[in-house]
């Protein structure tokens, strides 16, 4: 599924926006006024942000600026200080512990680091969640869908092998089929492709895309690459001093005429 | 009117301390308060039984062994001088079931295993492990926390008693070898002046060592931070407070098990 991509592949894909049915009609993710600070330095300064299902969007903005912060809020890893944070109907910081667990299995989250269990095995790895969460499941089921998942990443191959024996952009990959395991209706990628050579992103873009389409999510895509913001985000948002200064379809955040915006695009491309 | 800015309510040191004696305590509550809630990870616990118990073995038969030993031969020339080296299996067997056996498995347990767990979980918890656990929904303090504190509070006073036996042993070769006495006379010897509170005793202390050698390991590598100097940390922070801990407990054990032997 995952052919190793040519330089007009890439060329392809960039010059292509994901086709995909987004329903403007319902939103999935919906935060207002959300402000967070951590030992009284304000990280998030009042966020308004809407996500419609079936939609990828990628938040852009330098390091240190709140992108991570913002989707540990949405998963309820953190508590925001301020400001009402909406996912699939529910006030996320109000639910209890049962309430959030089954939340968090309708939100898929993948780490910048790929969080792979070091003990385990990639079988293993993408195992745990399903057996953990399903009851009675037999193993051949198990190992159907770890089957399935592996497959939808381009990995089947690799289900013996140990963590570490991956590189970077298998680790990604196969971080982004464990929370596939799972089914779920959002998807939070944590910088999926710091650290990747350029073709290695690529493919990682691609395979956000076929995510999106072969399981209908919903994604929040955290990044400062702008190629991967372009190619994986039906919008973009760009954060920069704790707000959103600009979120609109990546030509017109990119064209925009605010001096921020631009010093961040002209910044990048100087990079 | 001059507005008070103070960060802290003592001093910085101070007011850390309090926190961080408030954070364990919390810490230690919440595992009372998931050690009894569903899911039971039994596996998980018979797991990190093995990883402790069996992987330990080799260490605490050798220690428990060479303290049986040295301990006999440091007390001979003493008895000797009264006559009274007859005493010697039941000096040794005390010696080693009331304090030696616990604590000699309690700091070989601190060492290897309280390290082990901090430096595992604290590895885990800066490389987001811990938090991939929760986003799925898995609560990873009842699956790394609850299982190894119980499986350190299940293994360490079966290990405990081990090293027990074993350092009889290691005694018994001392005395065999200067007196050539069968193993069956120096072991009655031994245990006639034990009673079941020494043995009682013996447990509850290995219990509650390895009680803490799991929640201390477990504290310090969950609460870990600054990267793998972070790990590094956790894991000698784990030893040294464990050990200070097992020091402590110990001699508060004693003061309560005499105080119950007297009155």
Not at chain 1, 83 to 107: F, H, S, Y
Not at chain 2, 155 to 183: D, Q
Not at chain 2, 198 to 204: A, G, K, L, N, Y
Request: contains cysteine; glycine residues 8%; proline residues 3%.
């Amino acid at each position: 599924m995952f052919s190793y991509p040519t330089g007009s592949d890439i060329f392809k894909a960039m010059a292509e926006n994901p086709k995909h049915i987004i329903n403007y009609d319902e939103e999935v993710i919906a935060i207002t006024g959300l402000y967070k600070s951590f030992d009284d330095i304000p990280v998030l300064k009042g966020i308004d942000f809407k996500l419609f299902k079936g939609e990828n969007v990628a938040v852009l903005g330098k390091s240190g600026t709140g992108k991570s912060v913002l989707i540990k809020i949405i998963v309820g890893l953190l508590k925001p200080d301020k400001g009402e944070v909406l996912v699939l109907d529910q006030q996320v910081d109000k639910l209890n512990t049962k309430e959030l667990d089954a939340l968090r299995l309708r939100i898929g989250f993948s780490f910048q680091s790929s969080a792979l269990y070091d003990s385990m095995n990639v079988y293993q790895n993408l195992a745990f969640p399903l057996t953990m969460n399903v009851q009675h499941l037999s193993k051949n089921e198990v190992k159907d869908a770890v089957e399935e998942v592996l497959e939808s990443v381009g990995l089947k191959d690799k289900i013996n092998q140990m963590p570490s024996d991956l590189s970077g952009g298998q680790r990604k990959r196969i971080g982004i089929a464990r929370t596939l395991i799972l089914k779920p209706d959002i998807m939070l990628y944590d910088e999926p492709t710091s650290g990747l050579d350029p073709i290695t992103s690529a493919e990682i873009n691609e395979l956000i895309n076929e995510v999106q389409e072969k399981y209908n999510t919903s994604s929040v895509i955290i990044t400062h690459d702008l190629t991967c913001a372009k190619n994986t985000g039906n919008r973009i948002a760009l954060l920069l001093n704790g707000k959103f200064l600009k979120v609109g379809k990546f030509e017109e955040v990119f064209e925009s005429d605010d001096e921020h915006v631009k010093g961040f695009f002209n910044y990048n491309f100087i990079q | 009117m001059a507005i008070d800015t103070r960060k802290y309510i003592f001093s910085e040191g101070i007011d850390r301390y309090f926190t961080g004696v408030h954070s364990a305590w919390k810490f230690t509550a919440r595992f009372f308060k998931e050690v009894f809630r569903r899911p039971f990870h039994l596996r998980e616990v018979i797991n990190q039984s093995f990883e402790v118990g069996l992987k330990s073995l080799p260490l605490i038969t050798l220690t428990g062994f060479i303290v049986g030993v040295v301990f006999t031969k440091q007390s001979r020339p003493s008895l000797e001088d009264f006559g009274a080296t007859s005493w010697l299996p039941s000096l040794i067997g005390i010696a080693i079931v009331r304090a030696l056996g616990p604590l000699v498995t309690a700091l070989i347990c601190a060492g290897k295993v309280g390290s082990s767990i901090g430096a595992e979980l604290g590895s885990m918890k800066v490389t987001e492990q811990i938090d991939a656990m929760e986003v799925s929904a898995i609560n990873p303090f009842k699956y790394l926390v609850v299982s190894r504190v119980l499986a350190t509070t299940i293994t360490i006073p079966i290990l405990s008693l081990y090293c027990s036996f074993v350092g009889l042993y290691g005694s018994y070769v001392n005395v065999h070898t200067e007196e050539s006495s069968s193993i069956i006379s120096f072991y009655q010897s031994a245990f006639s002046t034990i009673s079941f509170l020494d043995i009682f005793t013996s447990v509850t202390k290995a219990l509650v060592y390895g009680f803490t050698i799991g929640m201390v390991g477990a504290y310090k590598g969950f609460h870990a931070t600054q990267g793998t100097r972070g790990v590094g940390k956790a894991a000698n922070q784990a030893v040294v407070l464990a050990m200070f801990l097992i020091f402590i407990e110990e001699l508060v054990i004693v003061q309560l098990s005499n105080w119950i032997r007297y009155f």
